[in-house]
């Protein structure tokens, strides 16, 4: 729910529109819908309190009007709304006349307040604007940042590889090397294609990853790597985990699952009930080998994500294949 609010303050009609309509006809046309909903509410309250509060349902709908259309789509929907109540709800109906003379002061009261509250909405919607395009800059540049760590810990492993005279001690560099691209990758894909509204579709993030993972791991081994994923919501933090333990274990099971020779299947599934978001990882290799043993690093890694994702792991592993099984409170 509270995910559902956020995406609230990002909406601007005319400019997610104006690919199909011009911002004034987005507008105008967003307006008379308002104005219509209005109408509609007022003329359900006249069936029961007729010609109670005449202009106090023109406020939500100008309110809407204006936080997601801008000003001159709230100024249409207060003057038509206005009009409305005048003619229609004010006696004498049906006329523009005043049966009582100082209802016309009230009237004017009325639509001015009405203009008066499209200014404030405005003024809300242009500061809550203006703070999220500095939030979106400094998460660019927190991302950026971030890259350039990664970045930095990788030179500084090839460096030590090239200078390293052990093959054993190379290969452990290379490991280490490759997690750290690993998990680069991921969170550059994360802050690529999310908003930047502190929640993240798991369908496409996964989707997406999958995709990425069969591209620059799973080609070269002749792998195909497929994701199932329900539409959820997940905070952000907890989405970069599950997009590391995909991103090692999927690494794991390219590397060790299918031989020398390489060639086979990785499903990634992601699906949510009333009280956890579960996710599997599963290959249809050879099994696990004494590098998955429960005490190496990569296993050890594995549980400290899933434990700081606030989850579980199962890991079930046989001639069939490998299935690691998370399960991640809600």
Same mark, same amino acid.
């Given at each position: 729910?509270k995910? +559902?609010?956020r995406r609230l303050t990002?909406?601007d009609?005319p400019?997610?529109a ?6 004034? @006809?987005? !507008?105008?046309l967003?307006?008379?819908i308002?104005?219509a ?17 005449p202009? $106090?349902?023109?406020? #939500? ?5 204006? &936080?997601?259309?801008?000003?001159l *789509? ?5 003057t ?10 004010? #006696?004498?109906?049906?006329s523009?006349?005043?049966?009582v003379p ?7 009261v009325?639509m001015l ?6 200014a404030?909405a405005?003024?809300?919607?242009r500061?809550v604007?203006?703070?999220l $395009? ?8 927190? !991302? ?8 930095s810990? +990788? ?5 030590q590889?090239?200078?390293t005279?052990?093959d ?5 560099l ?5 997690r ?6 991921a969170?550059?894909?994360?802050y690529? =294609?999310?908003?930047y ?8 993030y &996964?989707?997406?990853? *999958?995709r +990425? ?5 799973g080609?070269?081994?002749n792998?195909?790597?497929?994701c =199932? +994923?329900?539409a @959820? =919501?997940i905070p952000? =933090?907890?989405?970069?985990l ?13 590397k060790?699952a ?6 086979? !299947? ?5 699906r949510?009930d009333?009280e $956890? ?6 290959d249809d290799?050879i099994g696990?080998?004494?590098k998955?043993?429960?005490?190496s690093l ?9 434990a ?23």
């Amino acid at each position: 729910m509270k995910f +559902a609010l956020r995406r609230l303050t990002h909406i601007d009609l005319p400019q997610k529109a104006e690919r199909y309509l011009p911002v004034m @006809a987005t !507008q105008v046309l967003f307006a008379v819908i308002c104005s219509a909903v209005s109408i509609g509410l007022r003329f359900i309250a006249d069936l029961f309190m007729p010609g109670a509060g005449p202009f $106090a349902l023109t406020i #939500p709908a100008v309110l809407v009007a204006t &936080l997601f259309g801008r000003w001159l *789509c709230g100024a249409i929907t207060e003057t038509i709304s206005s009009l409305y109540a005048w003619y229609f709800v004010l #006696p004498v109906t049906g006329s523009f006349y005043f049966a009582v003379p100082a209802d016309g002061p009230r009237v004017v009261v009325n639509m001015l307040s009405g203009y008066f509250v499209v200014a404030l909405a405005e003024a809300f919607r242009r500061a809550v604007r203006h703070a999220l $395009a500095d939030r979106d800059a400094l998460l660019l540049e927190l !991302q950026h940042r971030v890259k350039n760590n990664f970045a930095s810990i +990788a030179s500084v492993l090839r460096l030590q590889i090239s200078a390293t005279p052990s093959d054993d001690a190379k290969e452990e560099l290379k490991a280490a090397l490759g997690r750290v691209e690993s998990f680069a990758q991921a969170y550059e894909f994360l802050y690529h =294609d999310a908003d930047y509204t502190g929640a993240v579709e798991m369908r496409g993030y &996964l989707e997406g990853l *999958c995709r +990425a993972l069969a591209t620059s791991l799973g080609s070269a081994r002749n792998v195909d790597i497929h994701c =199932d +994923a329900e539409a @959820a =919501d997940i905070p952000r =933090d907890r989405a970069i985990l599950i997009g590391l333990l995909v991103n090692e274990v999927a690494n794991n099971s390219v590397k060790h699952a299918f031989g020398a020779s390489g060639g086979g !299947q990785i499903q990634v599934r992601f699906r949510r009930d009333d009280e $956890a978001f579960r996710v599997e990882v599963s290959d249809d290799g050879i099994g696990m080998s004494g590098k998955g043993r429960p005490g190496s690093l990569g296993m050890r890694l594995i549980r400290g994500l899933t434990a700081q994702a606030n989850g579980t792991v199962e890991v079930d592993s046989g001639k069939g294949g490998t299935r690691h099984n998370f399960v991640f409170q809600r």
